[in-house]
């Protein structure tokens, strides 16, 4: 049986109320009383149960999440996540709320970050901008004791305390080998749609992807990257003009959001030559456009997992307990027109 804190009361010969005040570490115990208590503690092997004292304490962990204001189907999603997240909020004992700030703005996130610093939150959760300013202020928020969790897009190199989304580099070589299979002998262009180069995930999918079309299929030239910032309408604009200047387009990889633009382009401008298309994330949009022959496959995230999973990580974090790895991991989903879910 675990020891308990009679056990502990019971072997240094002090009151349940002293062993309390010892192990909350608060005033009103004698030096040499809060001794007793502590070897009483190492000999028995005592582990407290974190979770179990702030839920009799009716603790209740503040929590924020950053996210990029987008007009595009995926953060709509990863907010509905947060929302049924914030429905949990009293079983769980969270106080969620969400901030927005402008899409692949390092300064704006900043500045959000610096104003937490003040309001002193359990835990932050944020769909991280790569940049070296907003490196140095997760840095600091660490040292300084703020639990950080990135979201979607990591920031590598940080002090960050989890990354809750898939393996990019994977998810851009397996686009490439789903692209380069589904085009088999054929020899032309692939035009790349992206958000910005401004965020890791992109960049890494990218790097994946160029790595697996350099090594395995050289027939294939990719085309110089487009940048959508995640717009319907700026994709849809890049994608349309791309179409209509290059004939040589046989394939498509969008590894970023902005997918409503993108197969608005395809159907418009796309009708007269055939095109193999991957794309990111299962949203209505993409659903009806693989069901439709317009997209041949989507690479999907849970959006779901990534904000339950953060979650429990500033939770734990909060609580100075480890994380369950592989509770954690964010599997990447492939889906065709056959299984979709």
């Known amino acids: 049986m675990r020891p308990t804190v009679h056990d502990i009361a019971a072997a240094a010969g002090v009151s349940l109320a002293t062993v309390d005040r010892v192990l909350n570490q608060r005033p009103g115990v004698r030096h040499v009383t809060r001794e007793k208590v502590e070897a009483a503690i190492r000999e028995l092997g005592y582990i407290r ?18 996210l990029p204001a987008s007009d595009n189907s995926f953060m709509y999603g990863l907010n509905a996540e947060i929302r049924q997240a914030i429905l949990r909020s009293p079983a769980e004992r969270t106080d969620i709320r969400t901030i927005e700030v402008p899409a692949f703005d390092p300064a704006a996130l900043v500045s959000v970050l610096e104003e937490l610093s003040r309001e002193k939150p359990c835990g932050i959760a944020m769909v991280a901008t790569d ?5 140095a202020i997760v840095d600091r928020l660490v040292r300084a004791g703020f639990p ?21 580099i994977a998810a851009g070589r397996t686009a490439a ?38 090594e395995e299929f050289p027939d294939l030239t990719i085309l110089p990257v487009l940048e959508g910032r995640d717009d319907p309408e700026i994709a849809h604009m890049l994608v349309a003009d791309a179409l209509s200047r290059n004939a040589g387009i046989i394939g498509v990889y969008s590894l970023g959001a ?10 418009e401008k796309a009708v007269d030559r055939t095109l193999t298309v991957i794309a990111h994330e299962l949203t209505a949009h993409t659903r009806a456009a693989l069901l439709d022959h317009t997209i041949d496959a989507i690479l999907n995230q849970d959006a779901g997992h990534e904000v339950r999973s953060a979650v429990r990580v500033l ?8 994380v369950i790895e592989a509770q954690e991991r964010i599997r990447l989903d492939i889906f065709l027109k056959d299984n979709l879910p």
Do not use: C, Q, W
């Open 49 to 66: 149960d974190v979770a179990a004292a702030n839920l009799a304490k009716g603790r209740t962990y503040s929590l924020v999440f950053i």
């Open 131 to 135: 940049a070296p300013e907003v490196r």
């Open 148 to 168: 950080i969790v990135t979201l979607v897009s990591d920031l590598t190199g940080s002090l960050r305390h989890h990354y809750a989304g898939v393996d990019n």
């Open 177 to 214: 080998r789903l692209l380069g299979r589904f085009l088999g002998p054929r020899k032309g262009e692939i035009a790349v749609l992206a958000g910005s180069m401004l965020v890791r995930d992109h960049r890494e999918r990218l790097e994946g992807f160029t790595s697996v079309m350099a």
């Open 258 to 267: 902005g997918n409503r633009g993108l197969i608005r382009a395809l159907k």
């Open 315 to 322: 939770k734990a974090k909060a609580d100075g307990l480890a």
